[in-house]
């Protein structure tokens, strides 16, 4: 009975004490109250007031993770990552532009990591592929004299056998893409630029040989070579067509201009065909388009640098020309390249001449690079300023080309015997 009664006395007790507190409560809690913000922020003062509060630890620490630093710049680096892979975007569809457009995959591979540039790379081939899908614009592949080398046509040859779509999809996730992402962890490991273009020409030749497997797997490498072929005439008319097409909205200005129409027109497919025999199936084959590479890593890096504005501290990008050094063993890859080049024009192998034409233009280019440190050192120890020398290589470039690289690549050739710039590394 004790029991009974006693629980019946504190449950009363209890219930009536809740009573009495909720009914002041609601005493005090009114809607101005309320309203006026008075009465909870004195019961949030009362919460976060206690020493040791759980509520008011997390609300803390949230409250910090939210607004620290880090937060900001990560979410401003994302930002950044998008606005760089738009740009991205933007340099391959204008095909003008697209061979730059690896450069801004560096950049983000340098910031964030490798693993979220692929992120954003996937995310910009799914937006390239819905614009090819729905014909948005032009794709680099047609109409475009500037992109006709065998790689951008294997990778389309490969696209239209095994069904895919967009037909600038593999060229720009493979040869723009990934070699962004390549080139930028290589940065971003610290690696020197000696290095940097050796690993970036493997990667170019290995991506040619795995390509051209694939293709010439598909109906045989004479196929694919055909295919080529056929491809080049094809696009070099359409080329004509449309330029043709073009002008004749300017007829009346040419006419006015002493410009005859029809002997202008026969002068564009001149040109166009002479593009096409000297620089499509000539030059660009034997050493071109390595060249080319060799030079876009080259303006990645710089490019890199002028971005970063001198915050980025990397053995790349502090490199020097006047620092470049190659050892004299290379001269015999040098020699014996060109030694090919030679024989071949005894032999006339179309595969040989390829082989051996880049091979020669490789050596060569290293020994050029060194006839243009010792230029510069020159520049130096005479106190020459050094815009007047850019001039001056512009000129030469400009209006003596061959001369101009056989000059500085023979200066580099025969510092191996005459120690040119070791002697001018000891004077003051």
Known sequence: MRRKSFSKFFKGSILEYFKTYIDNFKARVT????LSGIYF?????????????PVKERFQSFRERVSSIEIQVEWKEIVEALLLTMLTMFLYM???????????LMIITIKRGWKETFFYLTWSIIVIYFINAKNLTYSPMEGRLLLFSPLHYSFQYISSHIGIEGRGLLDYYLLYGVFGIFLGHLVGKNYKLRYIIFLSVIFYIGLIFITFMIASSINGFSSFINGYYRYVDEATKNYINSSIAHLNSFKV????????YLDFKNKLAVAVETYKKNIIFGLAPKGGYLIKQIIMVFLGVFFVKLYFRGKLKRAALDFDIIDYEIDDIWIWGFIFSWGLVYINLYLKNSILDIVAWN??????FLFFLRGISIVKLIVVKLGIPQFILYIIFILLLVYSFILFIILITGLGVIDIWLYIKEKLQKID
């Not at 004195?42 to 040791?52: E, G, P, V």
């Not at 204008?94 to 801004?104: G, V």
């Open 253 to 260: 200005l040419l006419a006015t201009k002493g410009i005859d």
């Open 359 to 364: 091979s020669a233009v490789i050596f060569s």
């Open 31 to 34: 809607y101005k109250n309320i």
């Open 94 to 104: 204008s095909a003008f532009l697209a061979e730059f457009s690896f450069i801004p």
């Open 41 to 53: 922020p004195k019961i949030f003062d009362d919460i976060f007031s206690l020493d040791k509060n």
